[in-house]
C-alpha cells in the first residue's frame, strides 16, 4: 500500500468517524442531551484522539468540534465556546499553512450550527460569516446565515440572505428544504 492510499483510508476515516458523531450529537441534543445519547459521540472522540495522538491537524479539528457539539448537546455554552474557539483557530493556522482544517464540514460551519442550535444567533450569524469568508459559500452556510438573520429579527437582512440563497441553487434539478424554506420566506418578502 503507497502513502497517499494509507493517508486516503485514514482520512476517509477520519471522516467517517467526524460525520458520524456529528449526528449522533444532533440525534443526542433532540434527546436532552443524556450520557447514555451520547455514548456514540465519546466513541467517536476517543478513536480520533488516537488518531490524531494530539497533533494539529483535520483529526484534532474533528476531535474538538464533537466535544464542542457533546457540550452543544448538554446545553453547556462556555464549554461549547472554548472547544470551537480552539478548533477554529486550529483550523485558521492549518488552512494558512496549506493544510486541510476538518473534513467535509468546516470548523467554522460547524460552529454556526452549534450556535444556531443552543439559540445564540448572533454567534451563530459571525460563526457563518468567517466560514463562508474562509472557504467560500456553500448552501449549507447560506442557509444557516439565513436563519441566523431571522432569528435575530432582521427581517430585511433575512430576506437578501434568503435570496442570495434561493440565486445560488438557481435551476437545480432537486429542491432541498433549505430551496424550499427560502423560497417560502421570500414569499412575504417585499421585492
Known amino acids: 500500500m503507497t502513502a497517499a492510499a494509507a493517508r486516503g483510508d485514514?482520512?476517509?476515516?477520519v471522516a467517517a468517524l467526524y460525520i458520524g458523531g456529528i449526528l449522533?450529537?444532533?440525534?443526542?441534543?433532540?434527546h436532552g442531551g443524556s450520557a447514555e445519547s451520547l455514548t456514540p459521540v465519546h466513541d467517536a472522540i476517543?478513536?480520533?484522539?488516537?488518531?490524531?495522538?494530539?497533533?494539529?491537524g483535520g483529526a484534532e479539528i474533528a476531535r474538538l468540534m464533537l466535544h464542542a457539539a457533546a457540550a452543544a448537546a448538554q446545553s453547556e455554552r462556555e464549554e461549547m465556546r472554548l472547544y470551537i474557539e480552539t478548533a477554529t483557530q486550529m483550523e485558521l493556522l492549518q488552512q494558512a499553512a496549506g493544510f486541510e482544517g476538518a473534513p467535509l464540514?468546516?470548523?467554522a460551519e460547524l460552529a454556526?450550527?452549534?450556535w444556531l442550535q443552543v439559540h445564540h444567533y448572533d454567534e451563530a450569524q459571525r460563526a457563518f460569516t468567517e466560514a463562508a469568508a474562509r472557504r467560500g459559500a456553500n448552501l449549507r452556510i447560506l442557509?444557516?446565515?439565513?436563519?441566523?438573520?431571522?432569528?435575530?429579527g432582521d427581517a430585511a437582512a433575512a430576506c437578501s440572505a434568503y435570496?442570495?440563497?434561493a440565486e445560488a441553487w438557481n435551476r437545480r434539478p432537486a429542491l432541498p428544504v433549505e430551496i424550499a424554506e427560502a423560497?417560502?420566506?421570500?414569499g412575504g418578502c417585499a421585492q
Open 163 to 165: 435570496r442570495t440563497l
Open 143 to 152: 442557509a444557516g446565515l439565513a436563519r441566523a438573520t431571522r432569528r435575530l
Open 105 to 107: 464540514v468546516s470548523a
Open 24 to 30: 449522533a450529537a444532533r440525534q443526542s441534543f433532540l
Open 46 to 56: 476517543t478513536a480520533l484522539a488516537e488518531i490524531s495522538r494530539g497533533r494539529p
Open 183 to 186: 423560497r417560502a420566506y421570500l
Open 10 to 13: 485514514a482520512d476517509a476515516n
Open 112 to 114: 454556526g450550527e452549534l
